[in-house]
């Protein structure tokens, strides 16, 4: 062999080692590499347990947590908004005065697919499975529009239209987006979710029943 | 050298744990105001929180059913004793036969810092209770 082609050679194993390295790399980028690579930890809490004490801890949040998202989030749902985000919280995340018209950012299908599963993956114990039926019944609205009041600051569909508050997220959907048991497990263990925030703490007002029952009406909203 | 460098890493943590654990967590009546109740009654207290005028903070829903109390007006709120105005924070709006869109704060203030609310929004009206 001449040295030529030996240089040659050399030059095609180190390349073939690259194009090998190179989709070993991709094959394992997988949701939790892209969540990092695209920095979407900076705006959301990836692991908990949630640490805010004081208004200023939740006001410098940039966006909502995620370190509970396989209990709070149905997969299809994640996977489609990740691809094509809409708007959740008409008013920018921590004001009650200026309108939400930020564009979130999009992934694109697989990426979607890959973030979605690895979210997926983070649970929180605090949420068990079976104990609220998903369904708009008449009772769950009863309590959630005039009982309780949760319309003041949540808007749900109201025939054609939507009406209700805009300083809690947008519900009127709610059941394609949140599990029923995790709603109850919000109502019920507020400091564990989300201990600072601008809705009250139910528990010790709602009892358990109605608590399931409201949970319910609330992932029945579709 | 190490050994010194450790010394002030441990004295370091220590003292923000400490700090940390003292701090307990007490806001002012006007930072609860703008925490909770701004958002239907208004930063300023007139009753116009996004909640009940949405269309006026560019979103589009229709306004709120029930106005929210404008906190401002002297003739409105001295006609509320400040035993009332403390239930209505506390226990919500159905409690003293009013609208259940004022929601009930009791579980998530507590009982001083209901006091304190109830002084501020005595500020607010320039009024007293009856």
């Given at each position: ?6 240089g ?6 180190v390349?073939?080692?690259?194009v090998?390295?190179f ?19 900076s705006?959301?809490q ?11 801890d939740?006001?410098k949040?940039?966006?909502p947590?995620l370190?509970?998202s396989g209990?709070?989030f149905?997969s299809?749902w994640l996977?489609?908004w ?7 919280r ?7 005065t ?6 979130h ?6 990426e979607?697919?890959?973030v ?9 114990k605090?949420v068990?499975a ?17 009982r309780y ?8 569909k ?7 508050g805009?300083?809690g ?5 709610a059941g394609k987006?949140l599990?029923?048991d995790?709603?109850?497990a919000?109502?019920k263990?507020?400091k564990?979710?989300?201990?600072v925030?601008?809705m009250?703490i ?5 009892n ?5 029952t409201?949970?319910?009406?609330v992932?029945g909203?579709? | 050298m190490i ?11 220590g003292t ?6 003292g701090?307990?967590f ?6 609860n ?12 207290g007139?009753g116009e929180g ?11 829903l229709?306004e ?13 709120m001295s006609k509320l004793s ?9 226990d919500?709006g ?8 004022m929601?009930p704060?009791?579980k998530?203030?507590?009982?001083a ?11 607010l009206c320039?009024c007293?209770?009856?």
């Amino acid at each position: 062999m001449s040295v030529g082609k030996v240089g040659r050679l050399m030059v095609l194993v180190v390349m073939t080692a690259f194009v090998v390295g190179f989709s070993w790399n991709l094959s394992y980028a997988d949701g939790k590499g892209i969540f990092a690579s695209k920095n979407c930890g900076s705006c959301h809490q990836i692991a908990g347990p949630a640490a805010e004490k004081t208004f200023d801890d939740q006001l410098k949040k940039k966006g909502p947590e995620l370190w509970y998202s396989g209990s709070k989030f149905k997969s299809e749902w994640l996977r489609g908004w990740l691809e094509k985000p809409a708007t959740i919280r008409l008013l920018k995340y921590n004001s009650i005065t200026e309108k939400n018209s930020e564009k979130h950012p999009a992934l694109s299908k697989k990426e979607a697919e890959d973030v979605a599963d690895y979210l997926m993956t983070l649970t929180a114990k605090e949420v068990t499975a079976g104990g609220v039926t998903e369904a708009s019944t008449p009772q769950g609205k009863n309590l959630f529009v005039k009982r309780y009041g949760c319309v003041g600051c949540h808007s749900i569909k109201a025939g054609a239209q939507k009406a209700g508050g805009a300083s809690g997220p947008d519900l009127s959907e709610a059941g394609k987006r949140l599990k029923g048991d995790w709603v109850y497990a919000y109502l019920k263990e507020p400091k564990v979710f989300k201990p600072v925030k601008r809705m009250p703490i139910f528990v010790g007002i709602i009892n358990d029943n109605e608590m399931k029952t409201i949970a319910g009406f609330v992932a029945g909203q579709k | 050298m190490i050994k010194r460098i450790f010394l002030v890493i441990t004295i370091l943590i220590g003292t923000a744990a400490f700090v940390g654990k003292g701090a307990v967590f007490a806001a002012t009546a006007e930072e609860n105001y703008k925490f909770y109740c701004a958002q239907c009654h208004g930063l300023d207290g007139k009753g116009e929180g996004v909640n009940a005028k949405p269309k006026a903070f560019g979103i589009d829903l229709p306004e709120m059913s029930v106005t929210p109390r404008n906190h401002t007006s002297s003739v409105d709120m001295s006609k509320l004793s400040d035993i009332d105005v403390q239930n209505a924070i506390s226990d919500g709006g159905a409690s003293v036969s009013k609208s259940s869109i004022m929601p009930p704060f009791g579980k998530t203030l507590t009982e001083a810092e209901i006091k304190d609310l109830t002084a501020y929004l005595r500020k607010l009206c320039k009024c007293k209770g009856k």
